[in-house]
């Protein structure tokens, strides 16, 4: 692995300030919808936001990586003596549950940092927040290069997960003619 600068991107989250408009899912999934901004289902967002409004709780969760395997421990959450579900507040996509997946596909979903070009001077969700419970950051840093040949494998199970293995090894040989 060698070592290289990198500008990392990061959205800071400050939940006393969200208050469960939920503008930042909607802009998301309108960004992330094809053709873009045709629909606003809220399942095709890479930022969710928990909401207990009783308890005037709001908590937006960004999507992350992609797991295979549920995690055989788990956490329990109390917030001001309110108790959370096990998996709440995990950025993860994973088998247990429906969040963070493509509602079509299945496919995991991530956030990209509104990956574009040319580049947005600041992620969508954090411009529709009004509440100025999101902040953009940038910064560089020094951080190690591995290769995810994995990101390919996990794209494929769950197409497969989906859609069955022949369906996609049908549809990688077409592709692979055309190429
Ligand atoms: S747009 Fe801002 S205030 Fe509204 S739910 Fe999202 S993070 Fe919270
Ligand atoms: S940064 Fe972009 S992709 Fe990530 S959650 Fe916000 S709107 Fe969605």
Redesign the pocket.
Known sequence: MKAEKKIVKN?WIDTDKCNGCRA?EV??AA??ALPQYSSTNPAR???RVIRDPLFNIYVPV??GEYTAAECAGRDKYIIDGKEYEECAFCRASCPSRDIFKEPDSDLPLK????ESDPTLEE????QWCLADALTYEEREEEVEEEARPEEVDEGLVALAHRHGWDKVVDAMDRMAKKA
């Open positions: 959205i930042c802009i998301c960004y992330h967002a890479r930022i960004l999507a956030c990209d940092m509104c992620p969508l969700c954090v």
